[in-house]
């Protein structure tokens, strides 16, 4: 049974920073992708970033690109998502997930992943 644990969300001003935590446990050799996404009320899950956990390859979307950093721990079985320069249009439940897919040889970004966390929330005031 995959399961998750994050931690990290909260509250900061525009212009702060916060680092998401995740680990991920219950698989036999490991997820190849590890992804953040993120929800606001009403709307569509948004990807935000993934890293292809054999090469560490990270991938971002278009609003996030320079100021949010992907990165993850094996030995601890942990992905990070370190959060800069945050605005409050960045508020919104974040959610970990793992997918052992790869597509065209990149990890997917749709949310559609396998598996996912429980959600951190963020939230950015002006």
């Known amino acids: 049974q995959v399961q998750f644990m994050e931690s990290g969300g909260g509250s900061v001003q525009a212009g702060g920073s916060l680092t998401l935590s995740c680990s991920v446990s219950?698989?036999?050799?490991?997820?190849?992708?590890m992804g953040w996404f993120r929800q606001v009320p009403e709307k569509e899950r948004e990807w935000v970033a993934n890293?292809?956990?054999?090469?560490?390859?990270?991938r971002y979307g278009d609003s996030v690109k320079g100021r949010f950093t992907i990165s993850q721990d094996n030995d601890k079985k942990m992905v990070y998502l370190r959060m800069d320069s945050l605005k409050p249009e960045d508020t919104a439940m974040y959610y970990c997930a793992a997918d052992l897919r790869l597509i065209g040889g990149n990890c997917p970004r749709t949310p559609d992943y396998a598996a996912w966390g429980q959600g951190t929330q963020v939230t950015v005031s002006p």
């Open positions: 219950g698989y036999n050799a490991g997820p190849k992708c």
């Open positions: 890293i292809y956990t054999l090469t560490g390859n990270p």
